[in-house]
T-cell receptor
Framework: GEDVEQSLFLSVREGDSSVINCTYTDSSSTYLYWYKQEPGAGLQLLTYIFSNMDMKQDQRLTVLLNKKDKHLSLRIADTQTGDSAIYFCAERDDKIIFGKGTRLHILP | DAMVIQNPRYQVTQFGKPVTLSCSQTLNHNVMYWYQQKSSQAPKLLFH???????NEADTPDNFQSRRPNTSFCFLDIRSPGLGDAAMYLC?????????????FGSGTRLTVV
């Protein structure tokens, strides 16, 4: 069945880069996504990557996809306090399946 | 601004008392989804509407129903809420089932069952 796994917590010092990792099982996934959820809010789409790409960059965000290993990562450069949130990895074939989310904590 | 609006933000209901959560969208998207999100868990898809066609997930309890009277509105009805139904309920929309640009989410309704 479809499954998306990611670590639950990550602590990063302000100004450093954050790297959030994710693995998925569905090899027929067409798109992979990163969503951000701030406290008490819904999910906000940060970025997505098509399954035939291996990298996508958008300002401070870099997404890397290793389709062979079914591994997706999100790198946030120059992490700021406003980046503190839960980050959900998600895969899509006919519907979007989410991981449990990685809570990113920023250290001063 | 085009958006997805969920009302209310917080809902308290009594055990066994029917409750309805609402979602509206100004995006004119064809598809509307309802997700249940419990603490430290992945959002779980309950069902979705493609236009007027209702699509239920296989493991969604019968206690959960949905209505979509028009393109803009979609409701989640919980017929007899149990303590285990306390969660954040997220509504989302997408242009089409196969659209690449992901889903647009509302802010969610946090349901408490007492």
């Amino acid at each position: 069945g479809e499954d998306v796994e990611q670590s639950l917590f990550l602590s990063v010092r302000e100004g450093d880069s954050s790297v959030i990792n994710c693995t998925y099982t569905d090899s027929s996934s067409t798109y992979l996504y990163w969503y951000k959820q701030e406290p008490g809010a819904g999910l906000q789409l940060l970025t997505y990557i098509f399954s035939n790409m291996d990298m996508k960059q958008d300002q401070r965000l870099t997404v890397l996809l290793n389709k062979k290993d079914k591994h997706l990562s999100l790198r946030i450069a120059d992490t700021q306090t406003g980046d503190s949130a839960i980050y959900f990895c998600a895969e899509r074939d006919d519907k979007i399946i989410f991981g449990k989310g990685t809570r990113l904590h920023i250290l001063p | 601004d085009a958006m997805v609006i969920q009302n209310p933000r917080y809902q308290v209901t009594q055990f066994g008392k029917p409750v309805t959560l609402s979602c509206s969208q100004t995006l004119n998207h064809n598809v509307m989804y309802w997700y249940q999100q419990k603490s430290s868990q992945a959002p779980k898809l309950l069902f979705h509407y493609y236009d007027k066609d209702f699509n239920n997930e296989a493991d969604t309890p019968d206690n959960f129903q949905s209505r979509r009277p028009n393109t803009s509105f979609c409701f989640l009805d919980i017929r007899s809420p149990g303590l285990g139904d306390a969660a954040m309920y997220l509504c989302a929309t997408s242009r089409d089932v196969g659209a690449s640009d992901g889903y647009t989410f509302g802010s969610g309704t946090r349901l408490t069952v007492v």
